[in-house]
């Protein structure tokens, strides 16, 4: 298999997958996500019938909320079973769990990225307390999304006198995985990527049961000059696949962009954010961060912090990074994300989340669906749909502070400033600050137990978590507090003197 018939089309290299297979997909949103190769496989599924029943292994979601990356996949008879970090961005699998026709799991992405290296190794698990007394904990449900799904795949243990959690390893058949470059010899490089990944935890993971490696590149060369550069051996790849532009673009929202693979400043004019709900976040968000923190942005509204530390001069105080694998530079939005523009670094996933389980992070700013009075916070769970927790869980119990951000209500919020004042122009028809969050992502309790600084920044107030619960620090001027913000929750937080926010973040600019 190291010869050069290695090499084959889309279709030969799927057709080598079998029926009951074990399937790991590599990628993060679209960047690294081998879509001829998904692509393909859906089609000989619905040409053939085959295979069939795959149970499907990802870390980060993969796909555009549409029809491509794992969404190629969602067919019921194809996919029996899917374990996964995030379900937003294919929402096609995310309805057949809904609809109790596959098994589904949702575990934390930080961990499916070294259950990988465990599985790779034949070691018997990850032990961690990423997910305790969230909805992973096997007290709360063991991850699991639907009445169909019964097998515990994490259990609690104790070491020491202490609780753990471990998550079981199972065999990989099956690697699905990108790169831009193979040689004679199927080593793979990875130059023109925007991250790294998990793409060498996959490929170990499948040869050492037993199973095969299917790599997408862009291109095939004689041989790869440096070794250093290999970031996937070829004595761990089987078939070699020479895509399209088409299915091999950078991301899911750019054919290509330089500024992802290199650490030279790109353009240096952006245009101000405009005055919203939003920038009033992102103003009192940025101010938690300090110089010289390393910090993690969220997906959503915390990507508006970046831009605010932009038109401000503040982003070379500190430095941002991605679950991904990225270190520095700006962290890209939307289906970009997963990248940054001029990072000095891009290290694999497993070993981010390693630095970021460690404790590595000072300031996680992260989004928040729901809140309640102990602090607990729902990212995943909604009415008929599944988003799942991604690097939620890894992040917000490890990071020194936590800044969660979100609008103070939902549904149809439009805010005005004025004289440094916030007016509530139309107020927002559904409760976020609700008596019981429908599924706990993020454990209030516990991070008061650990030390965490927390906080709950809105528009027009801050929350503090403290050991007696929330409660309310901060208000916008111009608010009225039980009209706009108390009569509005559908709890009542502790009340200590309040401060006013400060102005600035109510510049109309």
Not at 444 to 462: D, F, K, N, W
Request: charged share 20%; aromatic share 6%; net charge negative.
């Amino acid at each position: 298999m190291r010869a050069r018939n290695c090499i084959v089309s889309a279709t030969e290299a799927v057709a080598a997958i079998p029926s009951g297979a074990t399937v790991a997909v590599g990628g993060f949103v679209g960047a690294g996500h081998p879509e001829l190769l998904t692509a393909a496989l859906e089609q000989r599924f619905l040409q053939t019938g085959l295979p069939r029943d795959l149970t499907l292994l990802y870390a980060a979601g993969q796909g555009d909320r549409n029809g491509r990356g794992l969404n190629h996949l969602a067919h019921e008879g194809l996919v029996r079973r899917v374990v996964g970090g995030h379900w937003n961005l294919a929402p096609k699998l995310g309805r057949l769990a809904l609809d109790n026709k596959i098994e589904a799991y949702n575990l934390p992405q930080g961990v499916v990225c070294v259950l990988l290296r465990e599985i790779a190794a034949k070691r018997p698990g990850v032990i961690t307390k990423v997910g305790m007394n969230t909805f992973i904990d096997p007290i709360c449900g063991g991850g699991r999304l639907n009445l169909r799904t019964s097998e515990p795949l994490v259990e609690r243990l104790t070491l020491d006198g202490e609780s753990w959690l471990r998550y079981r390893t199972f065999p990989v058949n099956v690697g699905l995985i990108r790169a831009t470059t193979a040689d004679a010899r199927g080593n793979l490089s990875m130059e023109r990527e925007g991250l790294v990944g998990e793409v060498l935890a996959i490929a170990q993971a499948a040869k050492n049961h037993g199973g095969i490696v299917l790599a997408q590149v862009e291109r095939v060369v004689e041989r790869i000059d440096d070794p250093k550069s290999v970031r996937v051996p070829g004595i761990l790849v089987d078939y070699v696949v020479v895509a399209d532009r088409e299915h091999h673009t950078q991301t899911f929202a750019e054919e290509f962009n330089e500024a992802y693979v290199s650490a030279v400043n790109g353009p240096s004019c952006f245009p101000p954010l405009p005055f919203s709900d939003r920038k009033i976040i992102g103003r009192r968000a940025l101010s938690e961060i300090r110089a010289g923190d390393i910090v993690n942005l969220g997906i959503g509204l915390p990507e508006t912090v970046a831009a605010v530390a932009r038109e401000t001069g503040r982003l070379s105080e500190f430095t941002l990074t991605v679950e991904s694998g990225p270190i520095g530079g700006v962290p890209a939005s939307g289906l970009s994300f997963g990248c940054s523009a001029s990072p000095e670094a891009i290290i694999d996933q497993p070993s981010q989340f390693d630095f970021y389980d460690g404790g590595g992070i000072d300031t996680a700013i992260l989004g928040a669906g729901e809140v309640d009075a102990e602090g607990n916070v729902n990212v995943s769970n909604f009415a008929g749909r599944f988003a799942g927790v991604g690097g939620f869980c890894n992040i917000t119990q490890s990071a020194r502070r936590i800044v969660f951000c979100c609008t103070f209500r939902n549904g149809g919020l439009e805010v005005a400033a004025e004289n440094g004042s916030l007016r509530i122009v139309r107020e927002g028809s559904q409760a976020k600050f609700v008596n019981r969050v429908q599924q706990v992502c993020f454990h209030g309790p516990s991070a008061v137990a650990r030390g965490q600084q927390v906080l709950y920044v809105t528009e027009r107030a801050v929350f503090e978590l403290t050991v007696e619960g929330l409660a309310l620090v901060e208000l916008a001027p111009g608010i009225q507090v039980r009209e706009q913000v108390l009569d509005l929750m559908e709890f009542t937080p502790i009340q200590p003197p309040a401060r006013l926010m400060s102005s600035h973040c109510f510049e109309n600019s």
